[in-house]
Every structure is written in C-alpha cells, then in structure tokens.
C-alpha cells in the first residue's frame, strides 16, 4: 500500500489496481447524460448520486400537466437533499478547523452540503476522472474551490496522512469495495473520537441470501451489495464503534414510488421498491466511533 500518492502523480495505474475497479470506473466515466441526477442537479447545483427519504408532497403528481415533470424532479431533489442531511445531521459536532472526507464522492453534493453547514475543508475522493472534473468545476463555481476539493484516489488507499480527518462518510458507495480494507483505511485516516457515517443499501441476512430484487440492483450498477452483518464485523475489526443505527428503508420507499411515476425514472425503481417492501434489502444509516 502506498501512502506517498499526490493528484499529481494520481495516474490510472496507481489508482485503479484491479479489472472491476477499471470496469467501475468506466461505468462513471461513460455514464454523463443521466437525466435523472442531472436535471435534479440543476435545481440549485447540488449533483447528487444518492437516493431519497421523507414523505412526498403528492399534489406535485396532480395539477397543471406543463409544469408537473418540473415539479416532481423538485421534490425528488428536495428528498435527495433531506437524506444528505440526515447523514451528516450524523457526524456530529465538526468545528471549522476540522477536516472531513467524502469516500466515493460522485459529482459532489454532500460534500458542498458539508462544508456549507461546518465551514470547514473537504476533501471528496472518487475513481472516476470525469467526476472529478465535474465536482471541481461546481467547487469552482461556488467559490469554494480552496476547502473543496476532489481528487481522482481510491477510498482503499487515500494516500492523506494518517489520523488527518476528524469526519468520513460513505453515501451510497461501500457496495464497490470490500468493507474490511474499506475501513482499515478509514481506521488509519480518523483521529481519535472521529466519526464515520454510512449511508447504504445492505441486505438481510434473516431473510437469508442475497434476492432476485437485490441480485438485479448489482447488476444494473456493477456493485456487490453486502449483506447487514458485514458491516459491523468490518467495523468491529477496525476499531469503529457504531453509536446510531437507524433502518430508513420505510421511509425511502415514498421516494421510489415517487421516482417510478417520474419523467427521470430508469426502470430500477420495481427492483428497490421489491426488495424494500418483501424485506430482503435495507437502507441504513450507521454512524461509528473511531477508538
Ligand atoms: C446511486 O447513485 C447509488 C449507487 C449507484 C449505488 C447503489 C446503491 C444502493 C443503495 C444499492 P445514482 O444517483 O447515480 O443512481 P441513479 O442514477 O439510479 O439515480
Ligand atoms: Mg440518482
């Protein structure tokens, strides 16, 4: 493992070390016109690539038929926004001078939510070389570019300094890596007392194995979706100590159902809204302590 790796010598072989992470990082870098995280974007510039919680205003499915499509990519955005929220809602208290970390950061939209809230430096890492350039570019915009920033780095091996990041989340990203070297490298990059937040589909091991419904979602991404109990072993094993545990399936389930009546929807709403409502796949939030 390296730990010398700058952007400036970030080159596709030092980053992506296996054909998946390869595969991966072409799915992003090819994936540009997605009307369904772009037109949401559009709606004040925070690009997510999450997904949504609370309940739906549903006058926004009735009303003048010119101005619906509009309307509800407005409240599908507004449910993308809330669920950024809860998540960092979950890291606790970050003073300016802190320094947090976005592990898989997209196109950048929790991480401007952070520093928005905490005023403090973020650094997003992601392997796709297009997002990189785009959430720059938004940084830019914003007038931010000097305490955002993103960086074309594996989440497996950062190359930041050990014990630098007082905050680390995942949103909707662990299902492309392994959690047990996914949180050796947390464990090295937080200081003591810090805190990591995840936000993830996960599925159940009561109900056993890994569903029809799940097995199509991996497919349609290119992911491995994990199932609950990995989580907390791979954390266990890294000395991060969950402190909240919230299960938001039920209330990420109006979001689909919005999504699937939506101008953007992309045909993976009937496998999450299954999953979801048959009990085979989770969306949680864990939050843990690094000790
Ligand atoms: C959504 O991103 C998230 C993933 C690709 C990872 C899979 C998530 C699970 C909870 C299983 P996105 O916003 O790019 O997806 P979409 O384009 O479908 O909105
Ligand atoms: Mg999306």
């Not at 810090?194 to 419904?213: A, F, L």
């Not at 991996?218 to 890294?238: G, L, Q, V, W």
Request: with cysteine.
């Amino acid at each position: 493992m390296t730990t010398t790796s700058t952007d400036a010598t970030s080159t596709d072989a030092s980053v992506l070390r296996t054909d998946y992470q390869r595969a991966v990082a072409a799915y992003w870098n090819t994936n540009r016109n997605d009307p369904v995280n772009l037109e949401l974007g559009h709606v004040d510039g925070l690009y997510h690539h999450h997904y949504g919680i609370g309940e739906y205003d549903p006058s926004v499915l009735e009303g003048p038929p010119e101005t619906r499509d509009d309307r509800i990519i407005r409240e599908m955005h507004r449910l993308e926004t809330m669920q950024a929220d809860v998540l960092l809602d979950n890291l606790g208290r970050i003073a300016p001078t802190d320094r947090l970390m976005d592990g898989g950061s997209g196109r950048g939209g929790t991480s401007f939510m952070a520093h928005q809230r905490f005023g403090c430096r973020v650094d997003g890492v992601t392997i796709s070389e297009y997002q990189v350039g785009f959430a720059n570019e938004r940084a830019s915009e914003r007038g931010v570019d000097d305490t955002v920033r993103f960086h074309f780095r594996n989440m497996l091996d950062t190359g930041f300094d050990a014990g630098c990041m007082r905050g680390i989340w995942t949103n909707e990203t662990t299902m492309y890596v392994d959690l047990f070297e996914l949180y050796a490298e947390f464990s090295r990059l937080l200081s003591f007392g810090g805190r990591y937040v995840c936000i993830t589909g996960c599925y159940n091991d009561v109900t056993g194995g890994r569903s029809k419904s799940v097995s199509r979602i991996d497919e349609h991404y290119t992911c491995n979706i994990h199932p609950r109990s990995e989580y907390f072993k791979a954390m266990a094993a890294n000395g991060l100590v969950p402190i909240n545990v919230l299960d938001l399936t039920g209330q990420t389930i109006p979001y689909w159902e919005l999504r699937a009546k939506s101008p953007v929807a992309t045909g993976i709403e009937e496998p999450f809204l299954t999953a979801y409502r048959e009990g085979s796949f989770h969306y949680l939030l864990i939050a843990a302590d690094r000790v």
